[in-house]
């Protein structure tokens, strides 16, 4: 099975919940920015400050900030790995070619959940989370086509593009799944 993978796909697709299971099923690292970056909300340090107002408004934080997050994680780590909301623009997709270049690893396929907009929201609004309200809602969206989804393009042309229709229970997706994974 393939080892080193990227979940991409619009806010609430359910990139957190399958990745979360795959990586605990698979042992790999799961590195999911948002949750790295909820927990330095969470612990109050200076990034976590710096990212609080932004995630609140349902934009992207700084590039650099989130690059030093994920440098510093994947230079620790030898096996395996999910990368679960990042990159999330192209900038930090030619950010992410290069760190790996430089570890000598590649990635092997991107996982593309899709899903339609109005259950994407419904899904955000029943989670209830700080930055899961209708408005910032539909601003995250908005946020996703103008800068995340040139991505699926982007990893379209270097053949590593996997669809996986994000509709139906958390078994069928996570079954969808384990199929484009070979
Ligand atoms: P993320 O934490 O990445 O969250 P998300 O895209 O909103 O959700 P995800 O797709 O993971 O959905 P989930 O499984 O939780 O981003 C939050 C914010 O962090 C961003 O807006 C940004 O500000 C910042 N950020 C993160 N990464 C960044 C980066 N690289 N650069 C800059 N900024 C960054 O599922 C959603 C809900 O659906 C859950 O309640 C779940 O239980 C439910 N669900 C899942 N699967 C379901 C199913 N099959 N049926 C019904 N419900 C389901």
Do not use: C
């Amino acid at each position: 099975m393939k080892q080193r993978l990227l979940f991409l796909g619009p806010p609430g697709a359910g990139k957190g919940t399958q990745a979360q299971r795959l990586a605990e099923s698979q042992g790999l690292l799961h590195l999911s920015t948002g949750d790295l970056l909820r927990a330095e909300v969470a612990a109050g340090s200076e990034l976590g400050q710096e990212a609080e107002a932004v995630m609140a408004r349902g934009e992207l934080v700084s590039d650099a900030l989130v690059l030093a997050i994920v440098r510093s994680r994947l230079q620790s780590h030898a096996g395996g790995w999910l990368l679960d909301g990042f990159p999330r623009n192209v900038a930090q997709a030619d950010a992410l070619a290069q760190l790996l270049e430089e570890l000598g690893q590649q990635i092997e396929l991107v996982v593309l959940m899709e899903l339609d907009d109005a259950v994407l929201v419904q899904r955000l609004l029943s989670r209830g989370r700080a930055d899961d309200n209708e408005a910032v809602i539909r601003h995250r969206l908005e946020v996703y086509r103008q800068q995340t989804e040139p991505l699926i393009a982007y990893y379209r042309e270097r053949g590593l593009i996997a669809p996986v229709e994000a509709a139906g229970t958390v078994q069928e997706i996570e079954a969808r799944i384990a199929s484009v994974l070979g």
